[in-house]
């Protein structure tokens, strides 16, 4: 009798959980979205006198969730032995997922800044600050919300809400994306299409933006598939259609390239410099498995693997990109460096908020390794600005 009761109120236990997990999952989950505005058509003239430069310098930040505290630091090391904000030696600023939020900040008015946080010392240590204090709110979830969605498996794994208030106070409701002080490239990947769409606060493209609002699309810049859910802007007028649009880490999470043939498109004839900020790249797991461990993987272990194998393809393929554009030559110079470090833990993943006090070590330790490379860039941009 008694096992009988047990049955019955497992059964009714389990019914419940799926009842709801069913209702959490297609009806009461937090969905992101904003209304699609026009841009005003007079800032498509803005172009910053890039035209008018012999040489072209763009600084690309790679995605990488937390681990954007890497090129932070790395930035921070820079301004120290430049002796002035990084935005001042770069034309153009490009970045995926957690490099979106680094480059939009990076060119943040000083009027706003003043007017949100005061006297600051660097915009770096806002962002490290930023970083610091929000990752736990950001990557961390209710036990219901873990138990309803199976760990991410039935929804996305974290809450938006929390994402976009995030956003909301980090750069306010009343900033525009064409307020910011330099040419800024963020790529997403519009749901709609597929492809990679180019948000630009620059040119006429500007015409093309989902809306002006800053914080609308870096929240649409950095909402990581599984992680997040993707930012609907919804269109007003009937016949007009909406734009789903995410963080475009899963197919360019390394946007040198991008941004590189964007701007030779745009601006012709120049001598073009990239500067790219890897924000750490973890070893596959399967280097430090023992064969004997090893074989008898199957897809849930090889998973983790398979994720990482994609990103370290996408740096290897910009960087061949910019290899053979450095190589041809012609009367169009392209030259790069490239600024990253193997962490040195596999399980350091993306959104490992409790590890987030360790980064620094990393970066401290790509600088040490990258000294010869870092002189160049310092030796670059300061004959660039004289």
């Known amino acids: 009798m008694i096992l009988e009761y047990i049955i019955i ?19 009461l989950t937090v ?8 841009v005003d058509d007079a800032k498509a003239t803005e172009r910053d006198n890039i035209d008018e430069k012999d040489t072209i310098n763009i600084l690309v930040v790679d ?60 915009k770096a240590d806002l962002l490290i600050d930023l970083y610091k204090s929000e990752s736990d709110y950001l990557f961390s979830t209710p036990w219901y919300h873990k138990l309803l969605t199976g760990c991410g498996l039935f929804s996305p794994k974290y809450l938006g809400h929390r994402l976009h208030s995030v956003m909301e106070k980090h750069f306010s409701r009343e900033l ?46 950095v909402s990581g598939v599984t992680l997040f859910p993707p ?51 973890p070893p596959l797991e399967s280097s430090r498995t023992s064969y004997k461990k090893l074989k008898n993987w199957g897809k849930l272990r090889w998973a983790s693997d398979a994720i990482k194998s994609v990103q370290r393809s996408m740096d290897s393929q910009q960087l061949n990109t910019l290899e053979i554009a450095k190589l041809v030559g012609g009367d169009v110079k392209v030259t790069y460096n490239y600024l990253n470090v ?28 990258n000294e010869d490379a870092i002189k160049q860039v310092i030796d670059h941009l300061c004959t660039a600005q004289a």
Do not use: C, W
Request: proline content about 4%; hydrophobic content about 40%.
């Open 9 to 27: 109120v497992s059964i009714l236990v389990t019914m419940t959980i799926i009842t709801y997990a069913y209702l959490y999952n297609y009806f």
């Open 31 to 38: 969905s992101m979205t904003f209304d699609k505005s026009p």
């Open 63 to 122: 995605g990488g969730g937390i681990r954007g505290l890497i090129p932070l630091y790395v930035i921070k090391h820079l301004e120290k032995q430049l002796g002035q904000p990084i935005d001042k030696f770069f034309d153009v600023f490009s970045g995926v997922s957690t490099g979106a939020v680094i480059v939009t900040a990076l060119n943040v008015p000083s009027s706003h800044i003043l007017k949100s946080h005061g006297v600051i010392n660097s």
């Open 176 to 221: 525009n994306f064409t307020d910011l002080k330099k040419y800024v490239i963020i790529p997403s990947l519009n749901m709609h299409t597929g492809e990679l769409h180019l948000f630009k606060n620059r040119g006429e493209d500007v015409n093309e933006l989902p809306t002006n609002s800053l914080y609308q699309l870096v929240t649409a810049a």
């Open 231 to 281: 930012v609907d802007f919804m269109a007003q007028g009937k016949g007009e259609r909406s734009g789903y649009f995410v963080d475009a880490g899963i197919s360019a999470n390394n946007p040198a390239s991008i941004a590189l043939l964007d701007i030779i498109r745009e601006y012709p004839d120049k001598n073009y410099y990239v500067l790219i900020l890897g924000s750490g790249t």
């Open 342 to 369: 193997e962490v040195s833990d596999p399980h350091i993943g993306l959104f490992e908020y409790k590890e987030i006090n360790d980064l620094q070590i990393h970066s401290d330790r790509l600088i040490k390794k």
